[in-house]
């Protein structure tokens, strides 16, 4: 849940502001998509869904994701240095980043099949953007809501095992997709 609500904001950020063309606003999104990562480290796949369609959507992309990664990095880098100064680091790396790599370790042991079926619509979303900038088709704006779908599922099923709770990281990009 508190993974959700840094997302959301975020992606409210970047909706809500993009048209004033300020480049804090792709800071503030990034530093929310950084705070959710620290939440949940499935948290990443929401930032490259949103750093993916800038690349496509916008001009002069690669400011504004080097922007966003920065504000992304922020709260890491930020609760990095806090850890180092109070000497509590490695219980830092091992509690936010080694464990998950356990955790996914003592999963259910899917067939190979699930990883390829777990990507898929990331496949689907981003080969369709690639296409259309290749034919110079304009890329819609609400496509932004179909590729944040795609990732979150990818981060919502990441872990192979079947919690229903896991999914709710997908709502507020299925929400605002239908929509």
Known sequence: MFLITFTTLAFWFYVRFRKEKLLKVYFLAGVALGIGFMYKQVGALD??????????????????????????????????????????????????????????????????????????????????????????????????????LSFSLLGSLFSGRPYGHYLVQIFPALSLALA
Request: charged fraction near 15%; hydrophobic fraction near 50%; charge should be positive.
């Open 47 to 148: 930032a490259a869904a949103l750093g993916f369609f800038i690349l496509f959507f916008e001009k002069k992309p690669f400011k504004k994701d080097f922007i966003l990664t920065a504000g992304f990095f922020l709260p890491p880098a930020i609760i990095s240095i806090s850890t180092i100064a109070n000497h509590t680091f490695q219980e830092f790396i091992f509690a936010s980043f080694t464990y998950y790599r356990i955790y996914l370790q003592e999963g259910p042991g899917l067939p190979a099949i699930y990883g390829v079926l777990k990507v898929l619509p990331i496949l689907i979303t981003t080969s369709y953007l690639l296409y259309l900038k290749k034919k110079s088709h304009p890329i819609k704006f609400e496509l932004l809501f179909v590729i944040w």
